[in-house]
């Protein structure tokens, strides 16, 4: 009996992109989303700060210098009398544009410089990995010092892109280092091969499928440096080439804290506070992502 | 029985009067406190370190305040800033024929019991040495153009590319001669009425030529470091911290403590942190908790303030435009609450100025500068007299060294300009190098600086900071007529004219207003109950009492 | 091996060179130099310094006789310290700021792996999130945040330990906690993320099928593995810890290398920035050879030409 084209009903499943399938694990990742929540309100709160409050971030008021909580001032003012509350919120503007924005830069040269280093190996991986440890022998909050004071000292000096690019040049070393290590293991790997004997070569490999599969590590490296970027802005703030005044920042507002804090220790806390809760929020998303993005968890 | 008592009694007195006696003056330690049982030492915290204790070479207040534990000079200040003779035996006078009659020669008889604490003793030699020296081409000293007076000082100063030859020469030629082992005679290019206040100070403190020459610039360190003063450095730790130890061979009255500890602790909330967990005897407070600890009941207690002899304000470079405009520059001066900034802000630390020789210097007069109280209205008006009637045509721009007090200040201002003439003021905060580069440059629009006194008199300040084309004139303000009357006044033998002179000089100088002048600092420290017998003044070093701790003693 | 070792050593010294090379141009097109000071030298007086310290040569005369200094061991005169050399400088506050980074590094690695891989091995359990909250908030907290609310409790409130210094035992223990915070919670982070990726490789699962005991399991396969990602982190980590302690060091009064250095910069010492500058790139260079070498030893998949 000639069996024609029998058509067997196998279960098949719908096929899923590797994006696709990270969004919906992401949606399940509740911390994730708890996070996420808390960064797109932040933002909006920020975008819409002056609807939130009377009150402006320069706005000095010497009969209430130094208050704590209280209706008139949600959180209190500072030792000029600004309210607390209107600089937490356009300072979130200064703190998350800096911290996000110089990731861009981090990304943008040090993926393609680690992915080309881990993937072409031999003497191009060695020249670029040299260029890179001169890159790394640089104490950061020196060079750092250095670009924003030269940076200063021009036309744009205290601009706020003249800061992500001094933060942003100093910090995308890591991201490379790290790359280049994930996909020299990966390179070895059997499913490397494999593409290869399907055909796969050079830049569709390693965009199709080293990167997405290195890019764990990258986003958990990446969540700790956005801290690192707002930490850096408040170093520099404290020595003059941050952030010009009078725009608020986060950082600066902790370090004005640190100094009153034998005075008034809230001025302290409510920006640190405010801080740590964006960095868990970015944590909690960062770990969401690599959760999702891992190939190795697909269904 | 009655005979008893009566001995007793007796011996009783005796024994009371025994002890009285004995518990005053220990030898030679003075009669203030009673018996001091508890150990006599004390825990400060210098702040930071300086670049070098050579008293030639120094000039910063942390370096000052190392020095003066260890040297006494030929002059020294009282509490009350008056000049009082040290290892001099007399202060020069006209009518001692210590100062000849043209004002130009002066001669000082030296104490013959004075010793370095090795045991040597001091004399002409040794300063005449250290003065010379002082002018060293090749030592490159800060303090020394305030001593340019002395005949043959400058010429050697500016020899840096002569020959070896040459050089000593020059340095031959410097009027400051040993006549013989307890004289010193200097000669001067010009009288001049304040130069006896140029001897107290440390540039002009006695060095041993053995010693430098044996060890070189390795001198400054301890044991090498020896000096004519009542506490010797015993030990330096860099970057950690300075002890000293009373100098048992000292020629003068011994101090109270036997050991002082200098830590450097630069932030200083961690130097509160320690004050309060009782790791130093003294503590500086962070800027701006003032009034907190005002009224925390126990540290309320042991606050010390006093005034500083120091002006703070803001200068205005009057070359460039638009600050070159009179009318402006009295118009931004008067826009400005400083009232409000010193009390509500800084917690009544410190006091509103307006002319700028601060209260406690002769020359302060408080009727000075009152055109320049905050007056918004006179200022809106003034503004519109200087051509700027719409305020928004008007930019300008505040440079300052973004560290202490500073950005609170600058915050401040740029408040005071919006909200009492509606100017935009922008800030340009920088790092301090950057700063001083800008500011010695000439290059600032609005800048902000200050002076404290180096001695009590105008001279210290006026000339330096106005005269045209002075050391200090940053702000490039001229005027024939001030220079002229500076010209005069710094020859005046007569005390009075010569006052009167300078405050007409100050006068001149407060009404073209090349500065805003802000505000008189004030020292606010706090101090341990059991540091007893500190005595401040408004020149000390960078510890409050620093001056006088030889005076100081620890009752527990 | 030697080979590569020698031939990453050379690479090392011109990575020096250039790194060098690169602080002094920098260094020079900063505003603001060694004399300018809030009460101004005299003219003479800055003309003087300048020649004492031969800045009015040209400017790459300046570099080559630094680099001629460098090879015979000396690093010039201080600037700002000017009876001192720059070499004595350094080396004075070296063990200071080694001991500091080491004992915390030590303490970040003993804390932090284990904490990763217990919460990895635990995944979603309260293990698990007790970890991650601890990194999270440590990674969350600024350095000098972290100490001086130390210094608060412990110090002033409770009187158990110095406020800052040097010298004993007690003085170390706050300033080292507070700079292993932060790399701690990094560590702990990364092994955690690194060890459930290798748990769910498939030579694990093998492992397990073939009936090896769990600890078995975890030591031989699981363990080794997951340090790749932690060790490329530890090594730099260290130097930073090394050099980068500055916060720390400043806050705590600690003289060593980290506070001098960037008070260097404030104070446009150059010799001491160029020194600072040679010793921290020195040490990061020699860690990330050793931290390549232990990738050859760990990973056997990773060969090198």
Request: aromatic share 12%; charged share 20%.
């Amino acid at each position: 009996m000639a069996v024609a084209s029998e058509t067997i009903a196998v279960a098949v499943r719908p096929h899923h992109t590797l994006w696709g399938d990270a969004i919906v694990r992401l949606r399940r990742n509740k911390l994730a989303m708890a996070g996420m929540g808390f960064i797109i309100l932040l933002s909006l709160l920020a975008i819409f700060a002056p609807l939130l409050t009377p009150y402006g971030f320069a706005q000095q008021n010497y009969s209430d210098i130094l208050l704590g909580p209280s209706s008139k001032h949600l959180l209190g003012t500072d030792q000029l009398g600004r309210d607390t509350f209107a600089r937490l919120l356009y300072g979130a503007r200064t703190s998350l544009s800096v911290g996000i924005f110089t990731q861009f830069i981090v990304l943008s040269i040090g993926l393609p410089i680690g992915a080309i280093a881990g993937y072409a190996g031999g003497r191009t991986d060695n020249f670029i990995m040299r260029f890179v440890d001169v890159m790394y022998a640089f104490p950061d909050l020196l060079l750092v010092i250095l670009l924003s004071s030269v940076f200063y000292g021009t036309r744009f000096g205290g601009s706020i892109y003249m800061l992500f690019l001094a933060i942003g040049l100093v910090a995308w070393v890591n991201i490379s280092r790290l790359v280049r290590g994930q996909i020299l293991s990966l390179k070895t790997r059997d499913f490397v091969s494999a593409a290869r004997a399907m055909g796969g070569m050079g830049r569709y490999l390693t965009v199709r499928h080293l990167l997405p599969n290195s890019l764990g590590p990258v986003i958990v490296s990446i969540t700790f440096n956005i801290p690192r970027a707002i930490f850096t802005e408040a170093a520099l703030s404290y020595i003059g080439i941050g952030v010009k005044p009078p725009t608020p920042s986060w950082g600066a507002m902790i370090q004005d804290g640190f100094g009153l804090i034998f005075a008034k220790p809230y001025m302290l806390l409510f920006p640190a506070i405010a801080l740590a809760l964006l960095m868990l929020s970015f944590t909690f998303v960062g770990d969401g992502l690599r959760d999702a993005l891992d190939p190795k968890l697909r269904r | 029985m009655k005979k008893r008592t009566i001995i007793f009694s007796l011996m009783a007195i005796l024994v009371v009067l025994s002890l009285i006696f004995t518990s005053c003056g220990t030898g030679t330690t003075g009669t203030k406190p009673g018996k001091l049982t508890d150990p006599q030492e004390i825990r400060l915290n210098l702040g930071g370190e300086g670049n070098t204790i050579d008293p030639n070479r120094a000039s910063w207040t942390n370096e000052r305040s190392v020095i003066m534990q260890c040297f006494d000079g030929l002059l020294a200040f009282k509490p009350d800033l008056s000049l009082t003779p040290m290892v001099a035996k007399d202060i020069p006078t006209l009518a001692n024929k210590g100062i000849s009659a043209d004002g130009k020669t002066y001669t000082f008889k030296l104490k013959t019991n004075v010793t370095w604490s090795d045991g040597t003793k001091v004399t002409a030699k040794d300063f005449e040495y250290s003065i010379k020296r002082l002018f060293s081409p090749d030592l490159a000293a800060e303090y020394t153009s305030f001593y340019f007076n002395i005949v043959g000082g400058e010429a050697y100063y500016s020899a840096t590319d002569k020959t070896a030859a040459q050089k000593t020469a020059l340095k031959d030629a410097i009027a400051v001669k040993a006549k013989d082992d307890y004289t010193l005679e200097i000669k001067l290019n010009d009288p001049l009425p304040t130069f006896l206040n140029l001897l107290a100070l440390w540039p002009a403190y006695p060095l041993r030529q053995d010693i430098i020459e044996k060890y070189g610039d390795q001198w400054t360190q301890p044991p090498n470091y020896i000096g004519n003063g009542p506490f010797v450095l015993t030990e330096w730790v860099q970057q950690d911290h300075y002890t000293f130890v009373r100098n048992e061979k000292y020629w003068g009255t011994k101090p109270y403590l036997t050991k002082i500890t200098f830590l450097e602790i630069t932030d200083a909330n961690v130097c509160l942190a320690g004050y309060k967990n009782n790791e130093h005897d003294q503590a500086g407070v962070p800027g701006g908790t003032e009034k907190a600890i005002m009224a925390d009941p126990v540290l309320s207690k042991e606050i010390v303030r006093y005034a500083q002899l120091s002006t703070y304000g803001m200068q205005f470079n009057v070359t460039k435009a638009p600050y070159n405009n009179k009318t402006l520059r009295q118009a931004l001066a008067t826009a400005i609450d400083r009232v409000a900034y010193v009390d509500k802000v800084r917690g009544g630390v410190g006091k509103p100025a307006t002319s700028w020789i601060p209260p406690g210097m002769p020359g302060y007069d408080a009727t000075l500068g009152q055109q320049y109280t905050f007056n918004p209205t006179k200022a809106k008006e003034l503004l519109a007299q200087a051509g700027y009637a719409d305020p928004k045509t008007l930019k300008i721009k505040f440079q300052y060294a973004n560290s202490g007090t500073n950005p609170t200040l600058a915050a401040f201002l740029q408040a005071q300009m919006k909200d009492n003439l509606g100017v935009d003021l922008t800030l340009e905060p920088m790092e301090p190098k950057a700063y001083s580069a800008l500011w010695n440059t000439k290059q600032f629009d609005i800048g902000f600086t200050g002076w404290g006194a180096d001695y009590p008199d105008p001279d210290n300040w006026l000339p330096q900071f106005y005269g045209t084309g002075a050391g200090n004139n940053k702000t490039g303000y001229s005027s024939v007529e001030f220079d002229a009357i500076a010209a005069k006044a710094l020859k005046e033998l007569n005390e009075t004219k010569r006052l009167q002179l300078w405050a007409d000089a100050h006068k001149i100088v407060v009404d073209d207003c090349p500065t805003a002048y802000f505000v008189y600092r004030e020292t606010f420290v706090l101090k341990k109950p059991w540091v007893k017998g500190q005595v401040t003044t408004g020149m000390d070093g960078s510890i409050a009492g620093d001056m006088f701790l030889r005076e100081v003693y620890i009752q527990k | 091996m030697f080979r590569f070792i020698v031939r990453r050593f050379l690479w090392l010294l011109l990575v020096l060179f250039v790194v060098l090379l690169i602080t002094f141009i920098l260094m020079h097109l900063v505003p603001g130099g060694p004399w300018d000071r809030e009460k101004p030298l005299a003219a003479k007086v800055v003309v003087a310094l300048n020649k004492r310290y031969g800045l009015d040569q040209p400017l790459w005369e300046q570099f080559a006789r630094y680099i001629g200094g460098v090879v015979h061991g000396d690093l010039g005169i201080s600037y700002s310290y000017s009876d001192r050399n720059v070499t004595s400088i350094l080396l004075r506050g070296l063990p200071k700021t080694a001991t500091l980074g080491v004992l915390a590094f030590i303490l970040a690695q003993a804390i932090g792996i284990p904490f990763g891989m217990a919460a990895a091995l635990r995944q979603n359990t309260a293990v698990d999130y007790a970890s991650v909250l601890f990194s999270t908030i440590f990674a969350s907290i600024p350095g000098f945040v972290l100490g001086i609310l130390m210094m608060i409790v412990l110090s002033v409130m409770l009187h158990w330990l110095p406020t800052s210094g040097w010298g004993s035992v007690r003085q170390i223990i706050m300033p080292v906690i507070c700079l292993a915070a932060l790399p701690a919670a990094q560590s702990a982070r990364i092994t955690r993320a690194s060890t459930l990726e290798v748990m769910r490789q498939d030579y694990v699962r093998t492992a397990r099928s073939k009936g090896l005991k769990e600890s078995v399991v975890r030591v031989r396969h699981i363990f080794r593995n997951s340090l790749i990602p932690v060790v490329t982190v530890a090594g730099p980590e260290l130097a930073n810890l090394i050099t980068g302690s500055f916060i720390v060091e400043n806050l705590f009064a600690i003289p060593g290398v980290g506070r001098l250095f960037v008070q260097g910069i404030y104070a446009r010492d150059y010799s001491l920035i160029m020194g600072g500058v040679l010793f921290y790139a020195f040490t990061i260079a020699l860690l990330n050879l050793a931290v390549d070498v232990m990738y050859a030893t760990i990973d056997p998949r990773i060969r090198y030409d």
